[in-house]
């Protein structure tokens, strides 16, 4: 990995412990309108997703459109959630702390959503300046650009970088954007990882060994 000059990472499931959170107010309000959807299935299902793209999928499923304010208190709800209940992913901070090279984060979620979860999980100092969201370029994965946004504005070529994320789509995303990607999994999600092209690990000190001392 001698040729890797920056670290594009995903924020939820990967720098902050979010996905369970935001998962259980989702099923929890979807619920009411008639889904019956595991946590297991919820993480197949949603896991990397643009918001808009999860109602739509919800939408689906229960066979009708959900109310024009859904958006809004879920969005309050979680982020009420986060401020009080979110914590880094285990061995994170000290990973994001070694780094010799440059590194940013590029998420499907909002800009304040991002910056929430790195200011309650103590990382927004290393993040400044260094964050990338969809909403700001209208394209969220599947599709790479949010990935190639984030390695153009931190002036890298797609073949400097390499990805860290968690989900499918986010993998699908690096992947066709042309990026090297590294999975970050668990028993649940591993072979879907590598499935679509990610080479999987299962925690931060694994993934400093493999990527090598820079």
Wanted: charged share 20%; hydrophobic share 45%; with cysteine.
């Amino acid at each position: 990995m001698k040729n890797t000059k920056c670290i594009i990472f995903d924020c939820d499931g990967v720098l902050v412990d979010s996905e369970a959170i935001g998962h259980s107010i989702l099923l929890s309000m979807a619920a009411e309108h008639g889904l019956n959807m595991t946590m297991e299935q919820a993480i197949k299902e949603f896991n990397g997703r643009g918001l808009k793209d999860c109602f739509q999928q919800i939408e689906k499923i229960v066979g009708k459109k959900l109310p024009g304010d859904f958006e809004t208190i879920y969005r309050q709800r979680t982020f009420k959630a986060f401020s009080t209940q979110l914590k880094p992913i285990n061995g994170a901070i000290a990973f994001v702390n070694s780094l010799s090279i440059s590194y940013c984060v590029a998420s499907s979620g909002p800009l304040e959503k991002i910056r929430l979860g790195l200011t309650a999980t103590g990382m927004l100092s290393q993040f400044e300046n260094k964050m990338f969201s969809s909403y700001q370029i209208n394209s969220w994965k599947l599709n790479p650009e949010i990935f190639l946004f984030a390695a153009r504005e931190m002036g890298f070529l797609v073949s400097e970088c390499v990805v860290i994320e968690d989900s499918v789509a986010g993998v699908i995303a690096a992947v066709t954007g042309g990026f090297k990607v590294f999975g970050f999994a668990n028993e649940l999600t591993a072979e879907a990882l590598v499935n679509e092209g990610a080479i999987v690990f299962y925690n931060f000190e694994e993934l400093s060994k493999m990527l090598g001392a820079f």
